[in-house]
């Protein structure tokens, strides 16, 4: 039945054969690549990553306290029995997100399609990070609060994120910003995503992901920082467990030089070592169910 919708389809969606057949092509690739995501691996892997541009031996001259947290989270962790890695944004080199998917949902690819993987437009987010992420089961995100807000590094970090949430193989791998094309793809995914399938349409390949949240800062500015975390890591499909959240903030009526005393002090050390255990005690649970449970709409994105 399907098949005959899809092939009157192709006056609809105004094009030929050979083009709704590379729809399906991609399709099929996407299901496959889901599948894979579904696979469950043994152990857990625990990404941290740190979002601040300070380094004791950079022109800062002071090491980062929302990552001094973020270590001692991924040491309990590491104790809890996951394998740890910690990422500096600072020591990558990540390019900005052209915001290709504003012009359409299929316009933004996975791989990356404005800087592709192994090729000299290619930074250290395609080459390197998008990887890790892919293995991890936790991650975890430290930001100091700079202006009220999340780091820049992060930011652009989770900007380039988007290419995992969703984003397809380019319906044409000559000409990928095929606006007119692009825009059909997505037509196509809006007209025959099968929500009992996982990965017929838009694949977000974050869901099931265990994340926490570390904050730090000196300022009144770590809620808002935490508020817009949560909002885009849940919508990309991370799961929170209780008490995966902190924030590390000094009075203002303090000087700044005496918030590294403070900040990494035992009290904020401790809810560092209960976010990992709350986070792997997620993660441990979320592997006894399968990923494909929660629900979402993967005709839209």
Known sequence: ???????NSIDVL?????TMARFQAIRKQTISEAKSLLKVKKGVVALGISGSARDEFD?????SNSEF?????????NRLGAKTELVALRKYNIKPCKACYSTSN???HFPCSCYPKG?????????????????????IWATPVNNFKISSLLSLFIDRCISLDGSLSPADPKATKNKELNIKHAQFINNFADRKVFGSGFL???????????VTGHEAGASLAISSLFMTLNSYGFVFPAWSVMYAVNSILDLTSDDKAKLTSQPYVNEAHDIANNTFVMAKELKKLSKNMWSDNPSTN
């Open 59 to 63: 022109m800062a001259a002071e090491s």
């Open 204 to 214: 977000r390949r974050f869901v099931g992901k265990t994340a926490g949240i570390i």
């Open 119 to 139: 090729t000299p437009l290619g930074d250290d987010m395609s080459n390197v990070l998008y990887d890790k992420l892919l293995a991890a089961d936790i991650v």
């Open 106 to 108: 299929t316009q933004c």
């Open 14 to 18: 105004d094009v030929d054969k050979k």
């Open 1 to 7: 039945m399907i098949k005959n919708i899809e092939k």
């Open 69 to 77: 947290l973020l270590k001692e989270c991924l040491g309990e962790l």
